[in-house]
Structure formats: C-alpha cells, structure tokens
C-alpha cells in the first residue's frame, strides 16, 4: 500500500483545528432539526373524526389504534411504530404528526391519546427529588437489549458519539450492571431473554431505573402478542420511563434521558 | 455447471409453480445437493415445508458464476435423512434448523442441537462443546455484553491466551417472525420485515418486495427499483463507516473512531431525507417504493454524499496509514479460502477470505441489472483483509451512489399488486452490507404464505467467526467479533 504523504498525527490534529467542537449546542442551545420527512409525534383530535369513521383502524400494522366505547378513536403511542399509515388513511386530518421530537412519557397511559380528551402525549416529569439528587448530575446505566433489532440500540449508541456527547450530562453506559443505576431496554422482551434481563436488573443496586426505549420495549412493536415475546419491558420489570419510536429519533431519546434528569433549560424556565 | 444439475434452474427474483420443483426421495435429494456443491454449487437456504405425510425438504442452491439458482425438494418422508453436513459443512446449521423446526433427524450430523429454541426463560443451548485437559479453561461470555449490543453467548475453550475452539449460542432474539408470517402476508408483516435486522432493513424488505412483486407476476416500477438501489447503497456507508470506527475503537486508534462515528450519522440521515427514518423503514412496500423524491433534494442528498464520503476518506485513509491499527489487524483472526468456500460465507467476510461472492454481481436482479458494482475482494481472509474490503465497498459504493444519483430514471414509484399466485415458489437474494439474504416464499392453494424462509447473511457467517478465534488470543476477540459484524436478530428471527 503506498504510504501517504503527511502522517496521520499531523492530518488528524489538523482536522481536529480546522473542524473544531463538533458537539452541538443543545440543549443549552436549539435543538438539531429532525429530517424534513420525520413527523415527530402524532396527535390525535378526537372532534375532527368524521361521524362513524373507522379508517385509520385496518391500516394500523401493530393495532396501536382502537374504538372506545361510544365509538371514539383512540390511538396509543407506546404501540406506534410511526409509519404515518394512519395519518395517509385519515380523510379529515385528526390524526396528525407534530413535528416535536419530545416523546417520553413516566406513566403509559400518558402516550394514549383520545380518551379524555387527549389530543397529544403527556411529556414526562423529573425523577422525584431524592432520586434527582442521587442520579441528577451522574447516571450509569445497563443497557439489555431483549430481542432489540439493533435499530433502538444503534440510535442510543449514537448519543455516545462526538455529535450528541452524552458523557457531558453524566450520563454513561456501563459495562457491568453492578455499576449501574438503572437499565436501559430495548426489545419486546423475548422469552430467550426473559432470564437474563431479570438477573441483570436483580444486579443493579436499589435505588435503580428502569427505562423502556423503543416500541418494542414498550408495548411488543411490531411482535405485539406474539408468544415468543412477553410484550415489552413493564410486563417483567417496573419502568420509569417510556421513549417511544421505532426506533425512536437520537433526539428524543436524549430529551427522555434528561426531562428524567430536569436537565431540560425549556423546565427550569416553566418553573 | 448447471446443464449438469438435475435441480429446477430460476434467476434471482423469480418463481415457479410448485409442481415444477423437482422432488427426489430425501436419501436422493442429499446426494443431488453434494454433486450440485461439489460442482461449485453453494447453498442459499435449505428448509422443511410440512406436507401432509411428513416432511419435505426444499433446498436453494447458488451457482453464481452462472447467475442462477437451482431448486429441489424431497419427497415427504417422516423420521430420518442422511446428513449432508459431513461432506459439506455449509449445511451444518440448515439442518439443525431443520431437525428443530420439523422433528426430522439428520443421521450422522456431527453436532446436533436446538438454534433457537427456548425452554426456561432461555435459549435451550446446553451442553456446549468441551475440550478436556489439566491446562484447558473455559471462558463464558454473555448473553448480555459490555457494550451497547445484542445478546448472544460465547462459549470459549482457552490454553493460556489462545483460543482452541468458540462456540457460538443464539437464540436470544428470537421473536417468532417466520412462524408470524404463515398464512400471510398480514398487516404486520412489512414491519417485521424492517425489523428482521434492524441495521439491514433495506435489503430485507427488497427482498421481500421483490418476492411477492415476483408472486404477483410484475414487477416494481424501474423508478422504485432505482430508489431502492440507493437505499441499499446507503445503508451499506452507514454501516460500514459505523463499523471501521468501531475496529478502529477496539484497537484504541481515536482518531478514526471519532469521526466515523459522525459520519454514520450523516448516511443515515441521507436515508432520513428519503424516507424520514434513519433505518429507511417505510421506504420499500411491495409495488414498489412509498415516498418519490424531487429533484431539489437529489441535489441536496449529492452534495452532502459528496461531502460525508469525502470525510470518511479522510478519516480511512489516517487508520491505514497508522502501523499500530495494522500491527493488530494482519495476520489477526484468519479464515483460509477453503474454510470461508467450505462453510458457506458470504458477503465482505467472505471476499476478504478470497472468494468473489456479491449477489448485486453474481444474480443482478433489480436496479442491479441494469448497473453494477465491481466485487471488492481481498486474500488473506484476516482482521485487515475484512476491514480493508470494507473500505473498498465503501469507495465502490459511494462512487456508484454519485453517479445514480445523477441519473435518476423517471417511472411511476408503485403498482398495485394482484392477489398472490397459488402454489408457487419464489427466491429472492440481496446483497445486504453484510452479505447475501435470502427470502424464499411458497404459496397455498389459496395465495397465503405456507411457507417462508429468510437467511441473513449472518446465518451462513457466525461459524466463520468461531473458525476466525481457532488459535488466536483471546484478547483479540472484539476485533474479530466487530471485523464480521454480525447480526443475532437476523440469526435468531
């Protein structure tokens, strides 16, 4: 191989000069723009359903949309994989995506919209006050994929990279669970995995968390109510945190990762 | 070779009537596979279809410098069938797949035991391949890994720092997608499709477009063929980047590790502007594609290509020219020419072992007929051999993405498709980044799935992994493992 002309100590320590900090802004400046064609999160308004309208219903891949009683449309976020078939099917616009990045939520019933009124998800709140003082400015986490298709887990890898330096909140992947404050999971749970998930999270020491990234970890993805999988997370283990996507956006993982922490500037303002 | 092969013969991306699948009785069909491979054949997929009595075996083999593909099936029969394994290993997990998934016993199978079946909450894996002596240890690593990654479990026997032998346990991942797709397809199947491997969602659901377009008797329309050749081109830079700043972590080389991790990024939101996800998931439907893109933003896709494969030579160039990445990398992990052709490898593992094996060359269906990329292979069949075809696939692939991406061809983007043909057969093969996958459908008399097969090239190259750690210190297993990046949800399904 023919040797190059300037050595790689030199051309790297230029590029480094040259390209300077590539680390972005965020969070204490804008967001990064989510790609033109990604919708962010859906939402739902209920009024704008034509009278007896059901078509949204049969083209839902993973039957994230359901009738209510007296007919009302709901549709659960935590099942959505995002492939806006529903959005294409809707002839009035009910259903209809946002833009907004910001997706986890503390509590399932927060991501289903239409009953109650719900037109958008319910963001998620802080870690209560004990806990935020103990993982606020330095979280460790276990990462478990359980029958993860490594979409969720390339996307949460991302966030370890120049771009998103997530080591700057804090906030690490751990190699062990012993050194872990909480797991992060991903995958609809599969049955193979069922025993190792639950002695890595009986490793962790208390005080721990536990959160669900993905549809699959959150409600089974696209393998809802196979027999293989045990249909995400919650169904073995208590969960913190719910980010849903498929896989979901770096973005909207991070925002998860630091609403949980009240690391958001958008909170502290609201205070 | 094939006017040789008394097997049916069909090009990549067609179908047959079932009728026209010649059967053998099972000891016969054995006998024609080891003829059609010793002749040079290689085997794609190899499964059992359920009958009415018994059992019938379907087998796919590949004669690439033919360009065509050769398919039989066994008579059914119920109990026994002599194993191909031990005159041709490349058929060692087909039929352990095989005796799991039928009942059926392959005779004389030197090592026979469950792929992927569960039974107390865990893969049912055990006893692991022992070797016996007072300065032998065993090291167990896994399911759950140091790392942000998939579960799998790695069983190794060491003397001091060399590795004598690996064995390699799946089944972690296993989420019932071939069972899910019978009687389909159903309103899930695309998704699962996406999800068979996450970080190869392109070449799966390809393949499985291009199969039920096959079935349907059409086929996509040549602007959707277009679009999904670039996709696929894509996912290849996002991965392969993503990988070589991966190697180039585990040997502690920054440098390149930095920035390919950015640079992934970049390719996958290429990938983004097309479809809105990263991973191209909802991109390719059978028909043919879901989004068009306009011009202005082929422009746009262009010039950030430009600039995204630009940096990525960049940070390729300073790990080559780096002695301590190759200090590590050479001579690291080898699998010889004759292990890589006799276990079956396929995709940049196997042409850095030597072998010229690339479906977009050998069986050109698609886009990929009408242009193609030269095939990147390398000798040595080591850690640098792998990496280095890795680099070459990436400037292949991104000199051939400027160019399609000059030339857009103007059709519809989708056609309906008709009800699925009864009782017929269809293979299709896609080169993904790690190699060929392979998808094979049958129809009921009715035009629902009665069978479905998928081979990730994963399948065929974990044993190449296990071979790659005979005699190399154990120290050197990331390399190894991240040189072949493979896929465990691919494998377990």
């Known amino acids: 191989m023919k040797a190059p002309k300037t050595s790689y100590v030199i051309d790297s320590l230029r590029h480094r000069l040259v390209t300077g900090c590539q680390t972005m802004a965020y969070p204490k400046g804008p967001p990064p723009s989510l790609p033109e064609r990604h919708g962010g999160a859906l939402k739902l308004d209920v009024t704008k359903c034509a009278e007896g309208c059901s078509a949204c219903l ?10 209510g009683e007296g007919g009302s449309v709901s549709l659960d976020l935590g099942r959505c994989v995002f492939c806006a078939a529903c959005v294409e099917a809707c002839p009035t616009g009910a259903v209809s995506f946002t833009r907004d990045h910001r997706m986890a939520a503390r509590r399932r019933e927060d991501l289903v919209l239409g009953p109650g009124d719900q037109t958008e998800l319910r963001l998620a709140d802080a870690l209560d006050a004990k806990l935020r003082k103990l993982f606020g400015r330095s979280l460790k986490l276990r990462q478990v994929s359980a029958g993860g298709c490594a979409a969720c887990e390339a996307d949460t890898n991302v966030l370890g990279t120049i771009g998103w330096d997530l ?6 992947f751990v190699a062990s669970p012993r050194h872990a404050d909480g797991l992060l999971i991903t995958g609809p749970v599969t049955r193979a995995m069922e025993l190792a998930l639950k002695k890595t999270y009986d490793a962790v020491p208390d005080p721990k968390i536990v959160i669900a990234t993905g549809a699959c970890a959150i409600a089974g993805g696209p393998f809802v109510g196979h027999p293989e999988v045990l249909g995400g997370a919650a169904a073995l283990l208590p969960v913190d945190l719910f980010i849903p996507g498929c896989p979901p956006h770096p973005l909207t993982i991070l925002d998860g990762l630091l609403r949980l922490l009240d690391r958001l500037e958008e909170r502290s303002k609201e205070k | 070779m094939t006017d040789l092969t008394p097997l ?15 059967s053998f009785p099972v000891h016969e069909l054995v006998d024609v596979l080891a003829a059609d491979l010793e002749r040079g054949g290689r085997l794609c997929s190899f499964f059992g279809v359920p009958a009415d009595s018994g059992t019938e075996l379907v087998a796919v083999v590949a004669f690439d410098a033919d360009s065509l593909l050769a398919i039989g099936r066994s008579q059914p029969f119920q109990g026994a069938f002599p194993s191909l394994t031990p005159r041709h290993p490349q058929a060692h997990l087909f039929e352990r797949e095989i005796a799991e998934q039928c009942g059926v016993t392959p005779e004389g199978h030197p090592w026979l035991k469950p792929v992927r079946r569960t039974e107390e909450r865990a893969p049912f894996n055990a006893p692991f391949f022992r070797v016996e ?18 579960p799998g479990h ?10 004598i032998s690996l064995e390699i346990a799946l089944g972690y991942q296993h989420r019932g997608i071939e069972r899910a797709l019978l009687g389909g397809p159903h309103r899930a199947t695309l998704i699962q499709v996406e999800a068979i491997a996450g970080d190869a969602s392109i070449a799966h659901t390809t393949a499985y477009a291009t199969l039920l377009e096959s079935l349907a008797g059409t086929e996509a329309p040549l602007r959707a063929q277009w679009l999904r050749a670039v996709a696929l081109e894509l996912e290849r830079l996002a991965n392969h980047t993503g990988d070589i700043g991966a190697l180039a972590n585990d040997v502690a080389f920054l440098p390149t590790s930095a920035a390919c991790g950015k640079i992934r990024g970049d390719f996958l939101n290429l990938t983004a502007m097309l479809c809105g996800n990263r991973f191209g998931r909802s991109l390719v439907v059978p ?87 030269p095939v990147a292979v390398w000798p040595d069949g080591d850690v640098f051999g792998r990496a280095r075809v890795r680099s070459l696939d990436l400037q292949r692939s991104g000199a051939y993405l400027e160019d399609q991406l000059q030339s857009p061809v103007d059709s519809e983007l989708r056609t309906e498709l008709s009800a699925l043909r009864p009782e017929r057969l269809a293979v299709s093969l896609v080169e993904s980044w790690r190699g060929e996958v392979c998808h094979v459908a049958l129809t009921d008399h009715q035009g629902r799935f009665a069978a479905y097969k998928i081979t990730d090239a994963s399948f065929h190259n974990w044993f190449g992994l296990a071979l790659a750690m005979r005699g190399t210190a154990i120290s050197d297993f990331p390399i190894c493992n991240k040189s072949f990046s493979l896929s465990y949800c691919g494998a377990d399904l």
């Not at chain 2, 049916?8 to 010649?22: K, M, Y």
């Not at chain 2, 082929?298 to 301590?324: G, H, I, N, P, Q």
């Open chain 1, 58 to 67: 049969p083209v839902c891949p993973t039957e994230a949309i359901t009738l």
């Open chain 1, 167 to 172: 080591d700057r909140f804090g906030v690490q």
């Open chain 2, 8 to 22: 049916a013969l069909l090009s990549n991306g067609a179908s047959l009537p079932w009728g026209e699948v010649p």
């Open chain 2, 133 to 150: 002596g007072g300065e032998v240890h065993e090291v167990a690593v896994g399911p759950v890994h140091a790392g942000i990654i998939e």
């Open chain 2, 154 to 163: 790695f069983r190794f026997q060491c003397a001091g720092e060399d590795v």
């Open chain 2, 287 to 373: 028909g043919g594609c879901r989004r068009d893109v306009d011009d202005a933003t082929l422009t746009s896709m262009a010039e950030r290509l430009r600039k995204a494969l630009a940096d990525t030579a960049e940070a390729v160039a300073w790990f080559w020219a780096a002695s301590s990445v190759r200090g590590r990398f050479e001579r690291t992990g080898i699998v010889s020419t004759a292990q890589a052709s006799d276990i079956g490898m396929v995709g940049p593992a196997a042409r850095a072992s030597g072998l010229v094996r690339d479906v977009r060359f050998d069986h050109p269906a698609g886009w990929h007929r009408f242009a193609q990329l």
